[in-house]
């Protein structure tokens, strides 16, 4: 894993509230602002899949070149829009050969998460059980995700990392959040284990994005 000013444990977040101009802005947008009109979550996340996948498929729009240029020591994290309306965030996130997170989760979120450009391994954990800070989980299935394709997350299934498997290609993911991300835990492995099977210690994580232009 790539640990990163832009990934979960790092304390730059921004505080701007960013509307970046690129082709196909105000489409994209206007597909977003119809999914989440929708009564409740899971509806939302539905309809913000489907919209994702044909704006990933939209010639009309074009991401920011910013976006298809990575960043040696960490995957880039780049606001695009916050809606002042809705109030959700658009983060895109450009991935380097090998870089990817630690196991974590979406602070309380829905999110949906679309591949842009590039390949990207997506692994869902199943919470087992809890000890005190302490945390058990299992691999509850994994996915590997091309141009196109989208998925959720909706609480309390959020857990979760992603990897970019390549060792010379980048990838560009597009994440929808029902409102900025700024904090989430990532869990990494206890130092002792014992019978019961793997065990995971939590940590706190400011998100942070890197310049989007």
């Given amino acids: 894993m790539n640990a990163s000013p832009a990934a979960p444990g790092s304390d730059n977040a921004s505080d701007c509230c960013p509307d970046v101009d690129f082709p196909g802005r105000d489409k994209l947008v206007a597909a977003i602002d119809a999914a989440v009109a929708h009564d409740d979550e899971h509806q939302v996340t539905a309809a913000l899949r489907d919209a994702l996948c ?3 498929r939209d010639r009309d ?36 050969p090998g870089q990817g997170t630690p196991l974590h989760d979406h602070s309380g979120l829905w ?12 692994v ?63 869990f990494v492995k206890a130092p002792r284990q014992n019978e019961n099977g793997e065990w995971f210690v939590r940590e706190s994580a400011v998100m942070a994005t890197d310049e989007a232009a």
């Fill in 54 to 56: 044909r704006m990933i």
């Fill in 61 to 96: 729009v074009q991401l920011p070149a910013c976006v298809h240029e990575p960043i040696v020591d960490h995957y880039a994290r780049r606001e695009l829009y916050r809606s002042p309306t809705h109030g959700y965030s658009v983060v895109c996130m450009t991935w380097g």
């Fill in 111 to 122: 999110c949906v998460e679309g591949v842009w450009d590039g390949q990207l391994e997506i």
């Fill in 124 to 186: 869902q954990y199943e919470l087992l059980g809890r000890d005190g800070e302490r945390f058990r989980f299992r691999a509850a299935g994994g996915m590997h995700a091309g141009p196109g394709s989208a998925g959720s997350l909706i609480p309390p299934h959020e857990y979760h990392t992603i990897h970019n498997a390549s060792t010379d290609d980048i990838a560009i993911s597009l994440h929808i959040y029902k409102a900025p991300m700024e904090c989430c835990s990532k």
